[in-house]
Every structure is written in structure tokens, then in C-alpha cells.
């Protein structure tokens, strides 16, 4: 992947279209990114998890564009699709021909069954093992058309049925999906969900040996295809680790609480910490299409301490719901409906109470962390919390899914927040120190310094998160003069993009 912001975004909520948000990155935004992570665009945009419940997983939904849209934006910028790796629609073509036909459907072997991992029956312990990252068991029992009764296996809702990723027809259902990546020209695939794709009795069900075993199969299969790897996973920073060393990119989720505890707390011990030990081939982000994470920086299973105490996470979540209003409260946790239980559902902008200054410190920090910075779009735009949206579908992660209309996204990007860290992403792109090498250093408990060097030129971000304030400086680069950015200076300046 090229050394470049990239922008997280679903097509039809930026834009209305995949060829419109070409149009967007082309004009308005152009320089700014050189990848595009484009959410689900599959068949439906809209089903029960907002495009991670394909009907059909190789189909583009129509009312967004074509396969054609899709190869048009890779010729320009690198794109990242989402493999929806541990189920598919009950909507979907296989699972009514199963529901049809029962046992004798061809397509019987690609979904899985309480049956088909416990053969012999589970005990009570061998279910409680199973990790959870929503309440209740994950099982659905149906009734299918063939009169058959069944124990669907379903981690995340009933809609979404979970594939047995081993069994043949499984095997070839994501073989095929991978091919018309291909031939879109996918640069990179994310693994929606892949932490629950093995289940074996005796075991968590999550990120087990096999699990590891399964990941890289299907990575050589994504390498053979000219395709990159990013594996999404929440867990405890030392698993995350681990993780890192056998893909090809993870994300840091740690990054983010940790940046917010860091403005919130005013001290930099925990943050330091992390940037000490953290993967250099992270994904960065602040803000995605789910919550924002705490599992990340809290305890692990076996009594691990986590990179911040129980009780520094409670203040963390306490002022998220404080500087929010209490928005984020209502969107969280059983308050709403298809929440996961690890994640505090607010917009990056509303969790720190809309303040611009601090807001700018969070994203310098982001680019300036070694790793590949993804913005997503409503963070972007510096987006307040859709609270008429989260009434209306009683989801809680859509209070961070607005739809903007095409004079939102221009009056958005007018604002000095929003001026100011596009400069900063230009600069990111742009400076020829990034592609050096970083230093990072904590020369307080409460700054943090990060300096980028390639041969004679440089780029370094001093955070004081006592003031609190983010100052950049930098070289000089081609025709530029040398320069400053001041996350307190709405009118900060960078460097434009160069062609």
C-alpha cells in the first residue's frame, strides 16, 4: 500500500454514488487521500448490519453504481473491500436454497450448525467458554421451508448466518468473492469479522490456533491475487501483537482511547507506553463505522493488566457521555439495539465535546504515528452526533453513520476545523520525511514529541496535552518554504498536494 492517507466512507453517504465520491476525491478533496476503504457495497447497502449482511457478496447494489464504478476508482486510488468472512444474508441465495431443501441442498454444507461443532453435545462450560462480543448465546433456532428444525449458528444477529469457512462449498463461496476482487482491482481486503470464523468445541471460539492457521491460508490466497491483507480484530494489546507479526496489516484500536485519556487526563504515560510497543504495520484511526473501542487498552481474560486501569477506563467512558451530553449514553450499551458490547458508540468530533483544538491534537497524533492513517468520513467533516437517526432506526452505531448531501460535504469542508486538518493530511501525503523514519518521544508525563527524518528533510509534532496545544514544523519540501501547523491556529497552513 502507498504511504498515503486514506479515506473510510460507505458510498452512499458522502456521496450518492460510487462515481460521485470519485468526483469528490478528484475535486474538492483532491490531494487529500490515495486510498479509499469503500464500506460494504455489496447487495444491500441497507440490510440488517448496514451492508455486512450480503444477499450477494460479488454484486454491487445497483442503486450505488457497478463493478465498472469500482474499477474506475482503483485506477485512481487504492481501494479497500471488506471480506465478509463469518456469514452471509438469510436473504441470500444459498441459504434459501438450503432452507428449500434441508440436508439435500448442494448448499447445505456452507452454513454452520450447533451440531456440526458439538456432535456430541456441549456442556455448560464448554458455552460459556465461547467468547461474546454481544449478549446471549450465538445460536438462532429456525424452522427451515423444508419442515427441518436447525440450530443456526449466528454471531452477531439472526439475519446474518455464519458460514462453515471450512467446509468446501464455504471455501469456494469465499474463493469467488475473492476473484471479482481481483478483477475490480481490490489493492487491499479487510477480514470483516475473521476472529469468529473457526469454531472448535473446548474453545473461545475467537482467535484460536486454527483461527491464525485459517488467516494466513487465506492471505497466500489474497497475495496470489495481487491483494494486501488487513486483519480487524478487538482484543487485548498483547494478542493484538501477536497478531501483527503473522499479517499483513492490523489496526491500532488501542490508539484512539488512549489519545482521548491523554486529552482527558492530561498525561501521556499510557499513550507513550503504547507508542513504544505498538506494531509498526498498523492501520491508524480515530473513529470507524463501529464505536470507539475499549477492549483494546483494557485487561485481558487470564488477569493481564490492560494499558489503562478499570478505573481510568470508567473516567474515560464518564466524559465521553460528559462532553457528548449524555448522546453517547443513549446509543450505548443495552440503550440500543445491535451494539457490541466493547465499544462506546459517539463521533470522534462529539466525544471531545466539539472543542477544535483538541480535536486537531488527536488527528496530528494519528498522522504522525508510524502506520497507514485512515479518516473516516464523518470525523472528516468534523460530525456531530445523527441523533435523529439513531431515533428513527434504534441502531446505535448509526449516530456515527450520517448521510450528508453534497452541499453538507461543501459547507463541512468550508470550516476551520475542517481546513485545518485537511492541510495536515496534505502535509502527511505530501512531506518526503514520512517516508523516513520516526522517533517518538515522551520528555514529560504530560508531551509527547514524534519526529519523521529522511536524509536532510524532517517533519516533528510536539504535543503538550497539559496546555493543551499540537505544534508541527517541518522542512522545507521542493518549492516550499519551511512551515508551522498550530492545532490553535484555525488559518494553519501546510503544503498543497503535489502531482
Known sequence: MKNRV????YADRLSPKISALRDLLNGPLRGAFGGVHLLPFFFPIDGADAGFDPIDHTQVDPRIGDWNDVRALAAEYEVVADLIVNHISSESPQFKDFSRKGSESPCAGMFLTYDRVFPSGASEADLLRIYRPRPGLPFTAATLESGERRLLWTTFTSKQIDIDVKHAEGEAYLRAILE????????MIRLDAVGYAIKKPGTSCFMI????DFIAALASQAHALGMEVLVEIHSHYLQQIQIARQVDWVYDFALPPLILHSLFARDAKSLGHWLAIRPQNSITVLDTHDGIGVIDVGGGGEGEPGLLAPDEIDKLVETIHSRSDGQSRMATGAAANNLDLYQINCTFYDALGRRDNEYLIARAVQLFVPGIPQIYYVGLLAGTN?????TRTQVGRDINRHYYTPTDVLEALGTPAVQALLNLIRLRNTHP???GRAKIEIPSDQT???AWENNDQ???LDVDFAEPRAVVTYSSSGTQAAGRWDSRESSATAPKATE
Open 6 to 9: 486514506q479515506l473510510i466512507t
Open 180 to 187: 471479482q476482487f481481483r478483477l475490480a482491482g481490490i489493492r
Open 209 to 212: 490456533p486454527e483461527t491464525f
Open 386 to 390: 445523527d441523533m435523529e437517526l439513531l
Open 433 to 435: 520525511s514520512f517516508g
Open 448 to 450: 509527547a514529541a514524534i
Open 458 to 460: 524532517w517533519a516533528r
